[in-house]
């Protein structure tokens, strides 16, 4: 039920995205709880799908220096430092999304949405410093 509900919430911000409004889209998401309940199951299959789609360009601890960012510009972003400064729900959506005007994918039709929720767990501890 809470999927479904969160769902719903995430498809009113790409509503927004489909008129080209990325930002109203964020705002969108912001309040969006992560459905999926946190727990070490689901931060290592985040951690893995990091592992497989992420690193590249992220770095291994996320920040930002991985050898497929290092002629893109923007450069990807330093996570360790980005990551605290967003709900759950705002990482979801960028995760989904991607990131205007730089190289970061939308990886919404690429990953699912239990996989993006789980990245999401994974970020929280990356972030704290555990890669
Ligand atoms: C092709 C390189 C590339 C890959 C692969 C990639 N990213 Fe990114 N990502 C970027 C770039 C570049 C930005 C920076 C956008 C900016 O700051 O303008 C970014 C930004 C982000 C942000 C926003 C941070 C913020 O607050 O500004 C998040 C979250 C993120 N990436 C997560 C991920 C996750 C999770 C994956 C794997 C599923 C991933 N990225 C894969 C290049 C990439």
Same mark, same amino acid.
């Given at each position: =039920?809470? !999927? !479904?509900?969160? +769902?719903?919430?995430? &498809?009113?911000?790409?509503?927004?995205?489909?008129?080209? $409004?990325?930002?109203?889209?964020?705002? &969108?998401?912001?309040? !969006?709880? /992560?459905?999926?309940?946190?727990? +070490?199951?689901?931060?290592?299959?985040?951690? &893995?799908? @990091?592992?497989?789609?992420?690193?590249?360009?992220?770095?291994?601890?996320?920040?930002? $220096?991985?050898?497929?960012?290092?002629?893109?510009?923007?450069?990807?972003?330093?996570? *360790?430092?980005?990551?605290?400064?967003?709900?759950?729900?705002?990482?979801?959506?960028?995760?989904? !999304?991607? @990131?205007?005007?730089?190289? =970061?994918? &939308?990886?919404?039709?690429?990953? +699912?949405?239990?996989?993006?929720?789980?990245? *999401?767990?994974?970020?929280? *501890?990356?972030?704290?410093? /555990?890669?």
């Amino acid at each position: =039920m809470a !999927v !479904v509900a969160a +769902s719903a919430i995430a &498809a009113a911000g790409w509503a927004y995205l489909r008129e080209g $409004d990325w930002a109203k889209g964020l705002v &969108a998401a912001y309040g !969006v709880p /992560n459905p999926v309940p946190p727990s +070490s199951e689901a931060v290592e299959r985040g951690r &893995a799908t @990091f592992r497989d789609r992420c690193v590249v360009c992220h770095g291994a601890r996320g920040r930002g $220096d991985g050898p497929g960012g290092a002629t893109l510009d923007p450069k990807p972003a330093d996570l *360790v430092l980005h990551v605290p400064q967003h709900t759950d729900g705002e990482l979801h959506y960028m995760i989904s !999304v991607g @990131f205007p005007e730089s190289a =970061m994918p &939308a990886w919404r039709s690429v990953l +699912s949405e239990q996989d993006r929720w789980e990245l *999401v767990h994974y970020l929280r *501890v990356l972030a704290s410093g /555990n890669p």
